[in-house]
């Protein structure tokens, strides 16, 4: 029987409740395929822990998770510490420690939740978008002369390097060869930023001759957001650097209908590293504590964790189900429902137990 070790970080907020949520629709898929097991354990790190030790985690927390298969992320944020230190102190150690340069952001419509998109249903948006995750404008480069004044100058710097784009674009290549419509759409706004970008097209095209079989195109980052909307249906993979696939997918999110079923899985593709999956949402402290969390987003990135595992058909089920109780029509009030949290993880769990899928 294979097993699994799978450290959860469940941190703050609604991060808890919807992180034990999906620890239980995996042991209950596990127990379903009878093939393979999960061995769970808890981290209590978080702003609780900052509030008793000054940090958010143990300096030695990337060794501890090392030995891990797999991170299960809630999240991080509460409303008394300021947001740059849970961040910075926790999720981004892990990323960058982990050197998870490909972040993975499905979309789709699930059945059952509306899109605001008049003419779209399921199957007219069925996305992924690959963002890169450990450069570009994010590397925290830059700064600011003569601070307060008039003369003031603040600089904000992208880097790209040739290594981290080529890794990312065959990375992003090669999911688009997996899928069934093997097409991918390359990201930049080459026309206005002249260095940095053009290197992301050239290489785009050189990665591209390793993939004969994949059909791929380019946009730029502002017509992107109209194709988005207007032709859903042209796309399917989607690659783009690390802040143009960061507001891309917000956008991806609330066309599919909600943050609370959007996933991402934080990915190290050599797998030197753990992984880290967590839903897009924050911490949503409007609804801590109330029973309300949509859990969805958490089980979908659990597929995705049990894709990365090896464990392709409990992932297929798990979606399945999950597609099950949405169709019908059991939500909880962030996509139009009247379900507790609880009830849908029920409801998820008993179509894991009776689905043939
Ligand atoms: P948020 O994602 O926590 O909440 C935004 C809105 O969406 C809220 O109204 C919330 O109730 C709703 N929402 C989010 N997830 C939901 C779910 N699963 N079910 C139902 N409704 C849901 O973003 P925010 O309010 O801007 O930030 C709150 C805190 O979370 C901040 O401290 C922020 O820094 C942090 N944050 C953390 C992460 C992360 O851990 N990855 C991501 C975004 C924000
Ligand atoms: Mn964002």
Redesign the pocket.
């Known amino acids: 029987m294979r097993q699994y070790k799978i450290a959860a970080i469940p941190?703050?907020?609604?991060?808890p409740e919807?992180i034990e949520a999906g620890v239980a629709v995996l042991q209950a898929l596990a127990q379903r395929a009878g093939n393979f097991s999960l061995v769970v354990e808890n981290f209590d790190w978080g702003s609780d822990y900052y509030k008793k030790h000054g940090v958010m985690m143990p300096a030695d927390g990337l060794a501890q998770l090392k030995p891990f298969d797999a991170i299960y992320f809630?999240?991080?944020?509460?409303p008394d510490v300021p947001?740059h230190i849970?961040?910075w102190g926790l999720?981004l150690p892990i990323c960058q420690g982990f050197d998870q340069y490909a972040n993975v952001r499905p979309t789709r419509i699930l059945p059952g939740i509306a899109s605001p998109l008049r003419n779209a249903g399921p199957g007219d948006l069925d996305w992924v978008i690959v963002r890169e995750n450990s450069e570009g404008e994010y590397s925290g480069h830059g700064g600011r002369a003569h601070k307060g004044l008039p003369e003031e100058v603040g600089t904000e710097v992208a880097i790209f390097t040739r290594v981290g784009v080529t890794r990312i674009m065959r990375y992003a290549f090669r999911l688009a060869q997996a899928r069934p419509r093997k097409l991918l759409t390359v990201v930049t706004k080459s026309n206005a930023q002249r260095h940095g970008m053009v290197m992301w097209d050239e290489i785009a095209a050189e990665v591209a001759k390793e993939f004969p079989d994949v059909t791929w195109d380019k946009m730029l980052v502002d017509a992107m957001t109209v194709r988005m909307t207007l032709k859903p249906q042209s796309l399917d993979t989607i690659v783009a650097t690390n802040l143009h696939a960061d507001i891309l997918s917000d956008l991806a999110g609330a066309l599919a209908g909600?943050?609370?079923v959007a996933p991402t899985a934080n990915i190290d593709p050599e797998r030197r590293f753990p992984s880290m999956f967590?839903?897009?949402?924050?911490?949503?402290?409007?609804?801590t504590g109330k029973g309300?969390?949509?859990?969805v987003?958490t089980f979908w990135t659990a597929a995705q964790m049990l894709e990365h595992l090896g464990e392709g058909a409990a992932a297929a089920r798990l979606m399945t189900a999950v597609e099950q109780v949405c169709a019908a029509g059991i939500l909880?009030?962030?996509v139009g429902g009247k379900a507790t949290t609880r009830e849908v993880t029920d409801a998820v769990i008993g179509a894991i137990r009776g689905a043939n899928a």
């Open positions: 941190a703050d907020g609604i991060g919807v809630g999240a991080v944020g509460a947001d849970t961040l999720r909600s943050l609370g967590e839903p897009i949402h924050g911490s949503a402290f409007d609804i309300i969390a949509n859990p987003a909880t009030p962030d």
